[in-house]
T-cell receptor, first 115, second 112 residues
Framework: DSGVTQTPKHLITATGQRVTLRCSPR?????VYWYQQSLDQGLQFLIQ???????AKGNILERFSAQQFPDLHSELNLSSLELGDSALYFC??????????????FGPGTRLTVL | KNQVEQSPQSLIILEGKNCTLQ??????????LRWYKQDTGRGPVSLTI?????NTKSNGRYTATLDADTKQSSLHITASQLSDSASYIC???????????FGTGTSLTVIP
């Protein structure tokens, strides 16, 4: 158990809908990262927040947005969902501001299925 | 072309045998390289991390090597166990801009 929690574990929704994924980092960690992993694909970095501020941006679509709250938990919002958004979404946390020094601790993931 | 390439894409070995996974990268300026193990449907777990000056790092039966001059790393697994069946991911971090790059992984299957 990494100490990172994600909810919900599974989510099934329809195309065009909007969903929110939630992540609570390890106690004391200030950074939260979001990743997408499609079937048989590698991890795609979406976005990083550090202490409430956006720190780094990866391949995040405009339909997706995220935020980190004062209590350091984070939410990833996915809107106008398409079939291709079906994937595992991982959250990770790290103690500091991120690479190069930080090790990321991954949560168990949220499996999103868009029908 | 992927900036962090791993090979082989998949590998099947017998329990008890050794194996070596490769990671080649082109990105720079290099800061460190991590190997992660990802069990199916679960989040990756860090195995090793190596900086520019480190050539080798061990974690139990896992030994990672790094040649920063040729931009190559390997992960050697000794006396494989069924529980080693997983994807192994190489991640390269840069010295600038909070950037890091994931490889696409090697899927390892250990059979009895």
């Amino acid at each position: 158990d990494s100490g990172v929690t994600q909810t919900p574990k599974h989510l099934i929704t329809a195309t065009g809908q909007r969903v929110t994924l939630r992540c609570s980092p390890r106690s004391g960690d200030l950074s939260v990262y979001w990743y997408q992993q499609s079937l048989d694909q590698g991890l795609q970095f979406l976005i990083q927040y550090y202490n409430g501020e956006e720190r780094a941006k990866g391949n995040i679509l405009e339909r997706f947005s995220a935020q980190q709250f004062p209590d350091l938990h984070s939410e990833l919002n996915l809107s106008s969902l398409e079939l291709g958004d079906s994937a595992l979404y991982f959250c990770a946390s790290s103690p500091g501001g991120g690479p190069p020094g930080d090790t990321q601790y991954f949560g168990p993931g949220t499996r999103l299925t868009v029908l | 072309k992927n900036q962090v390439e791993q090979s082989p894409q998949s590998l099947i070995i017998l329990e008890g045998k050794n194996c070596t996974l490769q990671c080649n990268y082109t990105v720079s300026p290099f800061s460190n390289l991590r190997w992660y193990k990802q069990d199916t449907g679960r989040g990756p777990v860090s195995l090793t991390i190596m900086t520019f000056s480190e050539n080798t790092k061990s974690n139990g039966r896992y030994t990672a090597t790094l040649d920063a001059d040729t931009k190559q790393s390997s992960l050697h697994i000794t006396a494989s166990q069924l529980s080693d069946s997983a994807s192994y991911i190489c991640v390269v971090s840069l010295n600038t801009g909070n950037q890091f790059y994931f490889g696409t992984g090697t899927s390892l299957t250990v059979i009895p």
